[in-house]
């Protein structure tokens, strides 16, 4: 069975950097759209980022452009979240999805097949 396991969260102050990694055991990982969502407490899980299979489409939430890049290397089966001028608003478990599809990333997480755990991101002011 496929396992999607994230690292990389930690608590930092606001306008500070992280990276998010997530490792994806799977022989197909390059057939697969990969996304990262977040959840706080009492809200609903929503849209950060995606990429394509390629890596050549990445698509973002308007609350993080400019400030979080999704990548992805396929030879280690591997994605990635760049965050930087982190703000206390970003404060949620932040969990990576395979969508096994093709063409532009989809944002809803109805859409994703496989799931992380998710790991802890906190920003204080």
């Known amino acids: 069975q496929d396992q999607l396991v994230e690292s990389g969260g930690g608590l930092v102050q606001s306008g500070d950097s992280l990276r998010l990694s997530c490792a994806v055991s799977?022989?197909?990982?390059?057939?697969?759209?990969m996304g990262w969502f977040r959840q706080a407490p009492g809200k609903e899980r929503e849209f950060v980022a995606a990429?394509?299979?390629?890596?050549?489409?990445?698509v973002y939430a308007d609350s993080v452009k400019g400030r979080f890049t999704v990548s992805r290397d396929n030879a280690k089966n591997m994605v990635y979240l760049q965050m930087s001028s982190l703000k206390p608003e970003d404060t949620a478990v932040y969990y990576c999805?395979?969508?096994?599809?093709?063409?532009?990333?989809?944002?809803?997480?109805?859409?994703?097949?496989?799931w992380g755990q998710g790991t802890q991101v906190t920003v204080s002011s």
């Open positions: 999805a395979a969508d096994y599809n093709y063409g532009l990333p989809r944002k809803t997480p109805s859409e994703y097949d496989h």
């Open positions: 990429i394509s299979r390629s890596g050549g489409s990445t």
């Open positions: 799977t022989s197909t990982f390059g057939l697969y759209i």
